[in-house]
C-alpha cells in the first residue's frame, strides 16, 4: 500500500502542476483537513483547511496570492499510512512582488486510498516577512 500511496501523491502534484486543483479535491476524504503551518491572519494560505471546500479554499488562496517559479517534490518515504515528501519551492508573493523560497516537507495522511489529512512545514517566517513587505 505504501508504494500505491506514494504513486498517489506523486500524481496529485503533477495534477496540481497542471492546475487540476478538482483532481487533487477529490484524492481527499469528505472530512479531510489540510494544514498549512503558520498562524493563520499571518498569511492568507496559512491555517487549517476542513472538508473539501476548506481544501478549495486552500488553493484560491495560494492561487490569490503565489505566483510559483519552481514547485520541486524530490524525495519520497512512506510508513503505513503516511507519505512523506521533501521537496523545495520558488514564487513571487504577487501582493508586494516580493521573491520567496524554501524547503518544505509534506506529510499526507490516507484513509482508504484517499487523502485524509494534509501537513506542511516550510519556513513560515519568509513568506510573512515578503507578504507584509
Not at 498569511?43 to 490569490?64: E, I, L
Request: proline fraction near 3%.
Amino acid at each position: 500500500m505504501s508504494e500505491a500511496n506514494i504513486a498517489t501523491v506523486q500524481s496529485l502534484y503533477a495534477a496540481f502542476g497542471r492546475g487540476e486543483i478538482d483532481t487533487i479535491i477529490n484524492g481527499c476524504t469528505s472530512d479531510v483537513i489540510w494544514t498549512s503551518g503558520g498562524q493563520e491572519g499571518d498569511f492568507p494560505p496559512f491555517g487549517t483547511f476542513k472538508s473539501q471546500a476548506g481544501v478549495r479554499d486552500f488553493f484560491r488562496a495560494v492561487s490569490d496570492t503565489l505566483e510559483f517559479k519552481e514547485f520541486s517534490p524530490r524525495e519520497f518515504y512512506a510508513d503505513r499510512d503516511k507519505v512523506f515528501v521533501l521537496g523545495r519551492y520558488a514564487m513571487v508573493i504577487k501582493k508586494t512582488r516580493r521573491p520567496v523560497a524554501s524547503e518544505w516537507v509534506h506529510i499526507f495522511t490516507f484513509r482508504g486510498g484517499r487523502i485524509s489529512e494534509f501537513l506542511e512545514f516550510a519556513d513560515t517566517a519568509t513568506f510573512v516577512a515578503a507578504y507584509r513587505a
